[in-house]
């Protein structure tokens, strides 16, 4: 896709973060007693063409038949918050995520001005 874009990721970094154990554990996370997959089977079965797979053995043996949905963060939002800005943090520096912030903020205010002047036009 370079060519078409004429953008070249020579030094992107892919990250992958999320719910890991000790982050579940903290935040006290609900587990479901279940590896049922979107498509509705079941990876702890054995009828599963993936059960026999190592990567789903090894889930196996360190967490057994159970899963952390991304919606558990539902009732813990600033945790999630939190989660993602550390990864933002290691790769952006905080000056510029204050201006960032600044810059929210100001288009905030600006959004709710302009939803109060058209409702009060109504």
Known sequence: MSGATDYFPNDLVVDRFGLNFDFIE??????????????GEDLA????????????QNYLQQF???????NALVVRPEAGRRLCREAIRRYVPDAVLAD????RTEAQIEARAEILRLLVRQ
């Open 26 to 39: 903290a935040e006290r996370l609900s587990w479901s007693e279940n590896l049922v997959t979107s498509s």
């Open 45 to 56: 079965s054995e009828r599963h063409p993936d059960h026999h797979k190592p990567y789903v």
């Open 64 to 70: 057994g038949a159970r899963k952390v949905e991304a």
């Open 100 to 103: 960032f912030e600044a810059r």
